[in-house]
């Protein structure tokens, strides 16, 4: 499996404060997504990125907003987290947008 | 907006062959067809992947018919630990720029 790792793998906060959760790869892959995961809706894309400092907004993206200053390095940051964003965020990468995906381990976010 | 559609659940046992199918109508011209395994608590894990008529590797098989509407994983004499979630993805147009799109998983459960 590509080197994917989600730092922090759980983090419990309060509402209102900010959130980064960070992805960090091994593989040069090109291709940075950011996923969450809810009960009865599968893996909703919520920005993804497509090379340094391209980004783009998935289906889910109210809330959050992404930086990609390194190849390796994708933040995904919740301004002022609500509980609506407790969710698991899934990292993945891949070398193309066609291309299998390569997730993380996740990080379960809980938002009080 | 164009999704795919797969059964929710499915049950089976030991030493069977599984099929679940997967409905995609919107595909596009140049996508393939991708399927995931997902156990708890970890991240989506690659099975196969494929274009057209039918792939096979070491764990699974994936049948695609002519117009690629639709396609079904195939797994040969499950055994327990086949038990996890499983995700159809396919490329599907939306708006100005391609997006993956993740079905909402089958749960497969696999009896002794």
């Known amino acids: 499996d590509a080197g994917i790792t989600q730092s922090p793998r759980h983090k419990v906060t309060e509402t209102g404060t900010p959130v980064t959760l960070r992805c960090h790869q091994t593989?040069?892959?090109?291709?940075m997504y950011w996923y969450r995961q809810d009960p009865g809706h599968g893996l909703r894309l919520i920005h993804y990125?497509?090379?340094?400092?391209?980004?783009d907004k998935g289906e889910v993206s109210d809330g959050y907003s992404v930086s990609r200053s390194k190849t390796e390095d994708f933040l995904l940051t919740l301004e002022s987290a609500t509980s609506s964003q407790t969710s698991v965020y899934f990292c993945?990468?891949?070398?193309?947008?066609?291309?299998?995906?390569?997730f993380g381990s996740g990080t379960q976010l809980s938002v009080l | 907006l164009a999704k795919t559609t797969q059964p929710i659940s499915m049950d089976s046992y030991e030493g069977q062959e599984v099929n679940i199918t997967c409905s995609h109508n919107?595909?596009?011209?140049?996508?393939?067809i991708t399927w995931y395994q997902q156990f708890p608590s970890q991240g989506p894990r690659f099975i196969i992947q494929?274009?057209?008529?039918?792939v096979t590797n070491e764990v699974a098989s994936l049948f695609i018919p002519a117009d690629r509407k639709s396609s079904t994983l195939s797994l040969p004499r499950v055994s327990l630990s086949d038990t996890a979630v499983y995700y159809c993805?396919?490329?599907?147009?939306?708006?100005?720029?391609?997006?993956?799109?993740w079905g909402a998983g089958t749960k497969l459960i696999i009896k002794p």
């Open positions: 993945a990468t891949g070398r193309d947008w066609r291309e299998k995906l390569f």
């Open positions: 993805l396919v490329g599907v147009p939306m708006y100005s720029n391609y997006q993956l799109i």
């Open positions: 919107n595909i596009a011209t140049n996508d393939y």
């Open positions: 593989e040069n892959h090109r291709y």
């Open positions: 990125s497509y090379g340094v400092k391209d980004t």
């Open positions: 494929g274009y057209k008529t039918k």
